[in-house]
């Protein structure tokens, strides 16, 4: 059974940091592309990041790049996501997710995604 686990979340200052994690167990991910979403108090999920099976091709959201930054370690088969100067409006229940999206918008979008993790809650006070 596929599980993920994201961890990492909590309350910060604007400005500040925090680290989320996400374990996959149940098979191993290491071909798969993992990524980052999240969804806003009244808005749909929406994509934050994406790494591929490598660690060689990242992608970001407009929104975040520059402040964010998301890395793997396929021997933990853990995705992180790095947060730095984060803004009120960052706030937002993060999750992540595995698939095997084949193109730049498959990586980007929620269907080009198979497991979602349970989410952790990202709340930046200003």
């Known amino acids: 059974q596929v599980q993920l686990v994201e961890s990492g979340g909590g309350l910060v200052q604007a400005g500040g940091s925090l680290r989320l994690s996400c374990a996959a167990s149940?098979?191993?991910?290491?071909?798969?592309?993992m990524g980052w979403f999240r969804r806003a108090p009244g808005k749909e999920r929406e994509f934050v990041a994406a790494?591929?099976?490598?660690?060689?091709?990242?992608y970001y959201a407009d929104s975040v790049k520059g402040r964010f930054t998301i890395s793997r370690d396929n021997a933990k088969n853990t995705v992180y996501l790095q947060m730095n100067s984060l803004k009120p409006e960052d706030t937002a229940e993060y999750y992540c997710?595995?698939?095997?999206?084949?193109?730049?918008?498959?990586?980007?979008?929620?269907?080009?995604?198979?497991?979602w993790g349970q989410g952790t809650q990202v709340t930046v006070s200003s």
């Open positions: 149940g098979r191993t991910f290491s071909t798969y592309v």
């Open positions: 790494i591929s099976w490598s660690g060689g091709s990242t």
């Open positions: 997710a595995v698939g095997n999206p084949r193109t730049v918008v498959g990586r980007t979008t929620r269907g080009g995604y198979d497991y």
